[in-house]
T-cell receptor
Framework: AAGVIQSPRHLIKEKRETATLKCYPIPRHDTVYWYQQGPGQDPQFLISFYEKMQSDKGSIPDRFSAQQFSDYHSELNMSSLELGDSALYFC??????????????FGPGTRLTVT | AQSVTQLGSHVSVSEGALVLLRCNYSSSVPPYLFWYVQYPNQGLQLLLKYTSAATLVKGINGFEAEFKKSETSFHLTKPSAHMSDAAEYFCAVSENPQGAQKLVFGQGTRLTINP
């Protein structure tokens, strides 16, 4: 079965640089979520999209922005990177709209290292 | 706001022994509860979910969990541990507001299986 695809899988950036993370949800999934998992920590919700509109926002820094495109893929844009942004970034998708299903399927994550 | 507490950041059991991972939740509305497993350097895989149907939920790999409203608990169990069960386990809660249902995770429990 198709899974959530994230690219790149690994990314190394320097401080103050920018990064773009991409997420391709499972086909026919219309809701996308982004989470950040720091070393040894639990995943923290950043932001979510339903039908290309932002549906909820968590602890996402103002330096980060995200959007969902017409083909439902999503991109997380990160600017002015800081050392503390080093983390595993997960994308998850779910089907049938925001209240139709309760299962989120996670991608393998993008490991971002800021040096 | 909802929250999750996982009791014990590390649990160690012998192969073949009972696995019990504890999760207590706090939610102002009837919650939706999930257990996810994370193997090293991998994404989160859904083990099982509770969404207000049967209180005893069976998941993959022989795991099950029981929702106990009076105790606000959703403990994860497996009768007989296998070496392949060694991983990080996260309990998560989601309310059902209008909009995408973000997950709030517990701190995680690292399960070690001794031969």
């Amino acid at each position: 079965a198709a899974g959530v695809i994230q690219s790149p899988r690994h990314l190394i950036k320097e401080k103050r640089e920018t990064a773009t993370l991409k997420c391709y949800p499972i086909p026919r999934h219309d809701t996308v979520y982004w989470y950040q998992q720091g070393p040894g920590q639990d995943p923290q919700f950043l932001i979510s999209f339903y039908e290309k509109m932002q549906s909820d926002k968590g602890s996402i820094p103002d330096r980060f922005s995200a959007q969902q495109f017409s083909d439902y893929h999503s991109e997380l844009n990160m600017s002015s990177l800081e050392l503390g942004d080093s983390a595993l970034y997960f994308c998850a998708s779910s089907p049938l709209g925001p209240s139709g299903s309760y299962e989120q399927y996670f991608g393998p994550g993008t490991r971002l290292t800021v040096t | 706001a909802q929250s999750v507490t996982q009791l014990g950041s590390h649990v160690s059991v012998s192969e073949g022994a009972l696995v019990l991972l504890r999760c207590n939740y706090s939610s102002s509305v009837p919650p939706y509860l999930f257990w996810y497993v994370q193997y090293p350097n991998q994404g989160l895989q859904l083990l099982l979910k509770y969404t207000s149907a049967a209180t005893l939920v069976k998941g993959i790999n022989g795991f099950e969990a029981e929702f106990k409203k009076s105790e606000t608990s959703f403990h994860l169990t497996k009768p007989s541990a296998h070496m392949s069960d060694a991983a990080e386990y996260f309990c998560a809660v989601s309310e059902n507001p209008q909009g995408a249902q973000k997950l709030v995770f517990g701190q995680g429990t690292r399960l070690t299986i001794n031969p």
